[in-house]
């Protein structure tokens, strides 16, 4: 059984920080991406990472203020997030699959929870 947990959202003001975590159990190579979705919209990819930290990709809105890493000896990988707006609000997720990263949602097999960030204004 893969799991995928979030941790690390909240509540924060326009201009400020936020770092979300995400531990995997799987052990095999696996590249993994973070998404959101806001109130009635669709789920969107905002950052990716490869199994090596080679390729990172991120959507044109988060560039320059995101920043994807990760930890192979925690199995966790991080999404550092700087200069919030508040267009950032939504519930993010994290998903895994193996080896390479891609931005379309489907092609990830395993998906955490979410967890909430909301950015006030």
């Known amino acids: 059984q893969v799991q995928l947990v979030e941790s690390g959202g909240g509540l924060v003001q326009a201009g400020g920080s936020l770092r979300l975590s995400c531990t995997a159990s799987?052990?095999?190579?696996?590249?993994m991406g973070w998404f959101r979705q806001a109130p009635g919209l669709e789920r969107e990819f905002v950052a990716g990472?490869?199994?090596?930290?080679?390729?990172?990709l991120y959507a044109d809105s988060v560039k320059d203020r995101f920043t994807i890493s990760r930890d192979l000896a925690k199995s966790t990988v991080y999404l550092q997030m700087n200069s919030l707006k508040p267009e950032d609000t939504a519930v993010y997720y994290c998903?895994?699959?193996?080896?390479?990263?891609?931005?379309?949602?489907?092609?990830?097999?395993?998906w955490g929870q979410g967890t909430q960030v909301t950015v006030s204004s």
């Open positions: 990472i490869s199994w090596s930290a080679r390729t990172t």
């Open positions: 998903a895994a699959r193996l080896i390479d990263v891609v931005t379309t949602s489907s092609l990830y097999p395993y």
């Open positions: 799987l052990i095999t190579p696996y590249a």
